[in-house]
């Protein structure tokens, strides 16, 4: 076993693990952390490269919504989870997260989705500070 | 199958600091034999096979043997990485050759823009992210009527 060097550093909120839900926690608590004074550290155990399922290439293109351009419904989104996960999942919360997450770089590429176009979901809009 | 280092062609990335696999290894599973300036894999064991090493390596000195049911001895899966692409050779045991290329993406260290350009109206009040409702392109983040957060 190596002689690792031990470093102390303070901060105010630690993020463990350096892939893409960790780095974009990091990139939100840091927006708000700059505002309110506050330290914001990630630490990864190598290298923030290649760190995660997703830097390595596993599922990011299979969440590709697009919402916004009527590519895919949410219902297809939870349709794909709910098949994913076999049965096996909280349909109401993956609802919830299916409309923001649009990766930036699927966002010009058209039919990258596995999704075809079906039925439309019943949505409503979230009204701020409601949560 | 783990990585391993073929010392042909490893140069110990001529005396650097760290090689690109130690520094790139989840695992910290690379070392560097400094007398022979040559890398290797120091528990095999323990690699996912997980091709960071192969993919990094400035020479092509690491490679993996895929597990039998997917790639059959005498078979193999290079990959070839550039600044704007990534080359995937593939060669099969009966001698076939395929290569498949694919553009890949690097942002520098340091240039990433966190709002990415988008509109930060959101406050800490509210359940949307800060670059929300803008980066969606939706007028507003929807939400299932009668779900968790309605």
């Known amino acids: ?131 | 199958m783990p990585s391993y280092v073929n010392p042909e062609k490893c140069d110990g990335c001529k005396a650097l600091d760290k090689t690109a696999c130690q520094y790139i290894c989840p695992n910290d599973l690379m070392v560097l034999d400094k007398e022979k300036m040559k890398a290797y894999n120091r528990d095999v064991s323990m690699c996912w096979e997980c091709y960071n090493c192969v993919k990094i390596c400035p020479t092509q000195a690491v490679e993996i043997r895929g597990y039998a049911d997917f790639v059959p001895l005498g078979a193999s899966v290079t990959p070839l990485r550039s600044t704007d692409s990534i080359m995937w050779t593939v060669k099969f045991r009966n001698g076939t050759l395929k290569r498949f290329k694919f553009p890949i993406r690097t942002t520098e260290e340091g240039k990433a823009v966190p709002d990415g350009g988008f509109e930060t109206k959101a406050s800490l009040d509210s359940p949307d992210l800060f670059t929300e409702p803008a980066s969606s392109g939706l007028p507003a983040i929807f939400t299932l009527k009668g779900g968790a957060n309605a």
């Open chain 1, 1 to 131: 076993m190596p002689n690792f060097e031990t470093v102390t550093v303070e901060t105010d909120l630690l993020i463990l693990g350096g892939g893409m839900a960790a780095c974009g926690a990091a990139v939100e608590a840091a927006y708000w952390a700059k505002q309110q004074g506050l330290k914001v550290t990630l630490v990864d155990k190598a290298a923030v490269d290649r760190s995660g399922a997703v830097a390595m290439g596993l599922s990011a293109i299979n969440q590709y919504v697009g919402l916004k351009d009527g590519v895919n419904t949410v219902k297809d989104y939870v349709d794909y989870v709910r098949s994913d996960l076999m049965g096996i999942t909280r349909e109401d919360l993956v609802a919830n997260i299916a409309p923001t997450w649009i990766p930036p770089y699927t966002c010009s590429r058209s039919g990258a989705s596995p999704f075809g176009k079906t039925s439309k979901a019943t949505l409503c809009t979230r009204a701020a500070g409601s949560s």
